[in-house]
């Protein structure tokens, strides 16, 4: 195994989303689009995870043809997260009409990114194109849902930060030891606090209890019927 930290990381990554995904999955729910959006984000992940450890670990010639396809795979698997992580976002940040319109525009976003993947480059930044920008939807979601009554969920948008982190110590290559425990494995750390968070964020936007606007609080006065 010729990097562990990095590959072991993922792999605990890869074990986590399962458990995130199977919950998600057995979560009652009556917004099951989106509970299959949530059980997508992780699974997308998670085999992302996956075929990233198996190059890290078990690919000393990144050139070689298996490999190279591996390598491709990850990045792919991060495009299908960010599509799933931008259709949570949207109908978290937008209710109704408004949120179904702005969740299409995840559409364009893959088509493009997933030629650009196998045919263009297949430098990480690339994936980073995709994935930040829906992170900063869910993210808004969250703080707009949670300033709005859904408290909660004030803690996925902790772990939409923390994810944002994660991929800044990948991007700036920031580490704990270049050799024991290098920017990879520091950043997969980070994201897996991030993916608890964010679990437990998805967990109440599909949940029964969640509603597009805050219920009343108390001391406020409901609108008279006329």
Not at 206 to 226: E, K, L, M, Q
């Amino acid at each position: 195994m010729s990097e562990p930290d990095v590959t072991l990381t993922d792999y605990g990554l890869a074990i986590e989303c399962a458990i995130c995904a199977v919950l998600l999955g057995l979560t009652a729910s009556n917004r099951k689009g989106l509970r299959i959006a949530g059980m997508c984000f992780f699974v997308s992940l998670g085999l992302g995870a996956v075929t990233g450890g198996t190059v890290h670990g078990f690919c000393p010639d990144r050139e070689s043809p298996a490999c190279a396809l591996l390598w491709k795979l990850t990045l792919e698997s991060v495009g299908l997260a960010a599509f799933s992580a931008w259709i949570l976002g949207a109908n978290t940040v937008a209710s109704g009409r408004a949120g179904h319109w702005l969740a299409l525009a995840a559409i364009p976003q893959i088509v493009i990114y997933c030629p650009l993947v196998f045919l263009v480059t297949q430098e990480f930044w690339v994936a980073l194109t995709i994935y930040v920008p829906a992170a900063l939807l869910l993210l808004a979601g969250f703080c707009r849902r949670g300033w709005e009554g859904h408290r909660f969920l004030l803690v996925g948008a902790t772990g939409s930060v923390l994810s944002l982190l994660s991929s800044f110590l990948q991007f700036m290559r920031i580490g704990i030891d270049p050799v024991y425990f290098n920017h990879n494995a520091l950043a997969h750390v980070v994201q897996a606090v991030a993916l608890a968070l964010i679990y437990r964020g998805i967990r109440v936007v599909i949940g029964p209890g969640f509603t597009s606007w805050p219920a009343n609080r108390p001391g406020d006065v409901s609108p008279s019927r006329t």
